[in-house]
């Protein structure tokens, strides 16, 4: 089975702030992302990350009233780290570990920390290595698949970064959420899918023209062709809808809402269609 999710990054214009406090409480955004049709949400690190437990299971059942299910939760670790700062971190992953389980998460999505592959001394690459198996350990032990998002300054900035790291960590409870490395070409996202597709069962969509946030079917990457590669290879997992048009804004009271859930149901509308022309059914 295929499911469609909305990523609740896509909601918040405070998302690439330094602080990263939320614009708006996920607990707000509940209603209105159900009224948009959508039934599944991947929730951003700092929608979460700063509540208490007894808010989290509110949240819960706020979704469970609302037939909105949180599959995945995002968490973006700094995994280089050493002393009190490595603590302060792990730490922080056992949090999210208990609220995604509160939740009913099946995924802890990360970004492999925050660093390139060429700007990490050998040392600080083998002590990610550590950090990242034990992250990936826990996380098993509490019934939850760890992906990590391919993008620059992570340790998956590339296509062969990605492949060694796979090779490094060798866990089947360790996989790849993909989203393209060039949102300009078609033929090497579908190529880059194709290259890691045994180990993908979580896909971030996200439009863009011109450099630009804009609607799937307008994108500079053709995301039918790049939805028949993942059906044709027998992809079945989740599939996110990152970023929306109208997302980015200068300033926080720019953001509309409602206008970004309407482009996010188009979006939504998009790639049910091309997964029903190529005989797919999907939930979400």
Known sequence: MIYLLLNSIALDPHRWTA?????FQIRDLLHPVAEAGFSMLEVWQYHVSRESETVIRELRKLGDSLELSFPVVGFYPKLHLSGAERQQELELFDRITRYAKILGAKIIKIFAGI??????????????????AGMIDTAEKNGLLVTSELHKKTLLDSLDAAQKLLRQIN?????????????????KAVRDYLALAEQVPHVHYQGRHNGKMELLNNSDIDYAVLTRALVEHG????????FVRDCVVESPEQFDLQVVLANARCDKSYIGEVLCDNGVEYSG
């Open 171 to 187: 866990s089947s409870n360790f996989k790849i959420c993909f989203q393209p490395f060039d949102f300009r070409s078609t033929e």
């Open 115 to 132: 660093k390139g592959t060429d700007q990490l001394e050998e040392t600080e690459y083998d002590r990610s290595l550590v950090f990242l």
């Open 19 to 23: 602080q990263k406090i939320p614009y």
């Open 235 to 242: 992809f079945e997992g989740y599939i996110s809808i990152e």
